[in-house]
């Protein structure tokens, strides 16, 4: 065991981690510690673009939600003239929270201590007792909402805290081109089916933003029933084929599973494939028509799943999409986020079939997520023990893979699609957050 005094500094600690990722080594630690979670809500949520809403969530002018980045609690809402605004659900006055309820629609936002009253876009339009009160000195124009920048990608709303960061198109780097895998269903794109699951977990958001960056190693293993039954359209002898691909420097990842026997865009109606091969580039045809299951992450907290499920053995069955964000609440625990996408311009009973298999898969109760939570709570857990803090994870899976010069598509893309050059990826990016150097 590699032990390491707890007298350690924690920049100290951060420094020694970035070292060790070079070298496939990632900290046991690091995933359930109450030091390490609050230097994460002050140097990395506080600085990256973090997923908010879909815009299908709020259609409508008037439509809100409210999110979370970090710590901090905002209302997403769509204005009278559909424009989306983010901000703090704090009243300005002294700091009540302005909007109790998750989902609604409102014009207005009245605070339930004082009275003071905001528009659905921030800005303060009633004081009790203005002119009595305040003798003129009060001007609502400068007490607003604590406002929150905000950008979409293809229906994607995002969120950032530092007014300093790169744009969000930057962000992205590139892995705008494997969101459109899950985000250009057709000409009319795709829309949420329904609210989203949502409950509490005993685990770290790092977990899952990791196994979704494209670990298909755990698939034959934890997910084994799928195979031996039928239900998953893949055999764990060839699991392994596929790229795994990373955009350098930002952190996000995909893995892009591939069947040898599987058709082109298995799993899609007709229809709805003549249209995808209208929104998609060619290269993005040519990637997306061999991919049989396609996992990603977009660094910090999103991810996005798609593959077939058939509820007949030996069948393809139906592509769903899960979308999924990893909100931390405390070291080792999380709030957990899961949407249905569908393609808007789907049959009913296309969009039916396939939030029945998403929700046997991958909903609160689904079978897959069962199997995942299960591991990633007892992982968290182990985290959590004093034995380990000295300990390492090995992260070595292709640390000599060469990047696929027939690969189409932007980034870093290896073969095959088990290989931990996401995860590795992954890492140096938090880690560069965490070092206060990103």
Known sequence: MNTKPESQSLAAWVEETREGIDSGRFPVRAFNDQAVYDL???????KTWCFLAHESEIPH???????????NNLI???????????????????????????????????????GWTYKNSGELVGVPYMKEGYEGRLKRKDWGL??????????????????????????????????????????????VHGPPDHWIADTDWKICTENFAGDGYHTPVAHQWGFHLGYFPSSGSTHSQGWAV?????????????????????????????????????EQVEVFSRTRTAVGSVFPNLSFLMQPFSLEPGEIGVRFVTMRLYHPVG??????????????????????????????????????????????????????????RGVDFPYIMGMDSAPDPEFPGPGHAVVPYVNDTNFRNLWSRWADYLAGEA
């Open 40 to 46: 994460e809500q002050e140097r990395l949520f506080s």
């Open 61 to 71: 002018p008037g439509d809100y939600v409210t999110r979370y980045i970090g710590n």
């Open 76 to 114: 997403v809402a769509r204005d009278e003239h559909g424009e989306i605004h983010a901000n703090l659900n704090m009243c300005r006055h002294r700091g009540n929270v302005m909007c109790k309820a998750e989902m609604g629609n409102a014009s207005h936002f009245r605070c339930s201590y004082h």
């Open 146 to 191: 604590v406002r929150v920048r905000v950008d979409s990608y293809e229906g994607l709303v995002f969120g950032c805290l530092d007014p300093e960061a790169p744009p969000l198109d930057e962000y992205l780097g590139g892995f705008q081109f494997y969101l459109d895998l899950y985000l250009k269903h057709g000409l009319g794109g795709v829309e």
């Open 246 to 282: 990373s955009i350098r420097g930002k952190g996000h990842g995909i893995g892009l599973g591939h069947g040898p026997n599987f058709p082109p865009f298995g799993g899609f109606p007709d229809d709805l494939v003549a249209e995808m091969k209208q929104s998609l580039s060619p």
């Open 331 to 388: 070291p080792g625990r999380m709030e957990m986020y899961s949407w249905c996408l569908v393609p808007k311009n789907a049959s009913q009973e296309y969009k039916k079939e396939a939030y029945r298999a998403y929700t046997l898969a991958f909903g609160q109760a689904g079978t897959f997520e069962q199997d995942d939570f299960e591991n990633w709570t007892k992982v968290t857990q182990a985290a959590g023990m004093t034995m380990v």
